[in-house]
């Protein structure tokens, strides 16, 4: 059963009780990523994610970890482009220890200066990491290339010249801004009551005053590009897109279908031609990346230098085979099978239950109930297939990212591909 209320000062308390699941996973969900950030403050979204675990006013970030180990729990977060999420998953009986250790590094973090040197230094080591991992980084490359100087482009972990330059008052600053009740989303998942975590959250959070809201997110502009990166590595990585879907968009399930038809499985057209074919790459795979106003369709590759402009060429011939020749019944009726065993297989846990829940209010302000899913991707008509194909499949607004050992004749060819509009 899913239940959603609000605290006095407009925070959303959403539950979904299971009562055959063991565990409860607790998320507290705020909407504020990368994509907020300014130029100069690129990284300090994810740099406060760090800080939330490095001590509190009664604990030290050793006392955090153990506590929560101590009854074989988790607590973790992320941060996004658009939201942030700080969660634990314990046992039902230590839900109690889970949800005070969760409120209290939220609403009583210290951001001490040694620790904030200390995770500084961890920060960079993690950018250091992506920039050695090129599976990583292209998406980085693209996503700047893809929103040129729009936020949506600045990487979650930040550049080093701005991490190494946010001070602890900048995060102090961004944190009373930004982490404020109209932003905040309290999840939870399992075998629970929502009156017992409606009671804790009113107990820890029903105190915390609004603020307005400085929200204000610029939608990008868009026009296809090129970037490549030389590096010396034993494959060129590449990602190639062009405009997708927002989140919230009517033609979502048909953008999802689209996808799986296409390269988002073993069993799609661009995986079968290009590896299972002719053993041209390892992974080759298309993808959506939906925000609250815009998106990505993309299509990543990693492939031997003397096969690149092949593989290119053929991930286009498929684009445009597609586009003109569209999809048949048989294809329809699998990918839909396939998106439908997929979402009810990724909610057989506590922690996704919640996750899906949060994402629901974020985006659409409500929970949006799992068997109206189902009737939406089983609404999904060729039609509508064709007609986001011919969207997404635009050569005139490609945008491609790639690294690796290219040749200089490669990259012109490649540019000449790709016009730059």
Same mark, same amino acid.
């Given at each position: ?10 925070? !959303? ?141 600045? !990487? ?133 990346? !939906? ?131």
């Amino acid at each position: 059963m899913i239940q959603l209320s609000h605290l006095t000062n407009t925070i !959303p308390v959403v539950t979904e009780n299971i009562p055959s699941f063991d565990s409860i996973a607790l998320g507290l969900w705020v909407k504020v990523g990368s994509r907020d950030e300014t130029k100069d403050e690129r990284g300090i979204t994810h740099f406060i994610e760090h800080l939330l675990f490095k001590g509190t006013k009664k604990r030290t970030a050793l006392d955090i970890a153990k506590e929560i180990d101590s009854v074989g729990g988790v607590i973790n977060a992320f941060t996004s482009k658009e939201y942030s999420c700080f969660y634990v998953k314990v046992l039902k009986k230590d839900i109690d220890l889970g949800f005070e250790i969760l409120s209290d590094i939220f609403l009583n973090s210290l951001f001490d200066e040694k620790e904030l040197e200390k995770e500084r230094m961890v920060i960079i080591e993690e950018i250091n990491m992506i920039e050695d991992t090129p599976d990583d980084l292209i998406h980085d490359l693209f996503n700047k290339t893809f929103f040129k100087d729009n936020s949506l482009g600045f !990487p979650i972990t930040g550049e080093k010249e701005t991490v190494f330059k946010i001070k602890r008052s900048h995060i102090l600053d961004y944190f009373k801004k930004f982490y404020i009740p109209s932003n905040i989303i309290i999840s939870a998942a399992g075998n629970l009551s929502h009156e017992m975590i409606l009671k804790k959250a009113k107990n820890s959070f029903g105190k915390m005053v609004e603020m307005p809201n400085p929200n204000h997110r610029e939608t990008p502009k868009r026009r296809s590009s090129f970037f490549f990166l030389p590096k010396n590595l034993e494959q060129i990585h590449f990602c190639l897109g062009s405009k997708g879907i927002p989140y919230q968009d009517s033609l979502r399930f048909a953008a999802y279908t689209l996808n799986a038809i296409f390269g988002g499985s073993m069993s799609s057209r661009l995986f079968q031609e290009i590896r299972e074919k002719r053993g041209f790459a390892y992974s080759i795979y298309s993808f959506l990346s !939906p925000y609250s106003d815009t998106g990505i369709f993309g299509v990543y590759g990693g492939v031997k230098k003397n096969s690149f402009l092949k593989v290119i060429e053929l991930v286009l011939k498929e684009m445009e085979k597609f586009s003109k020749n569209g999809i048949n019944k048989q294809e329809l009726l699998f990918a839909k099978d396939q998106l439908k065993g997929n979402l009810l297989l990724g909610l057989e846990s506590s922690d996704a239950r919640m996750n899906r829940l949060a994402k629901n209010i974020i985006f659409f302000n409500k929970v949006i109930p799992i068997e109206e899913s189902i009737k939406q991707i089983d609404a999904v008509s060729i039609e509508d297939i064709t007609y986001l194909a011919k969207r997404f499949f635009n050569p005139d607004y490609f945008t491609m990212a790639a690294l690796g050992p290219a040749k200089e004749k490669e990259i012109k060819k490649l540019e000449e591909i790709f016009t730059i509009k």
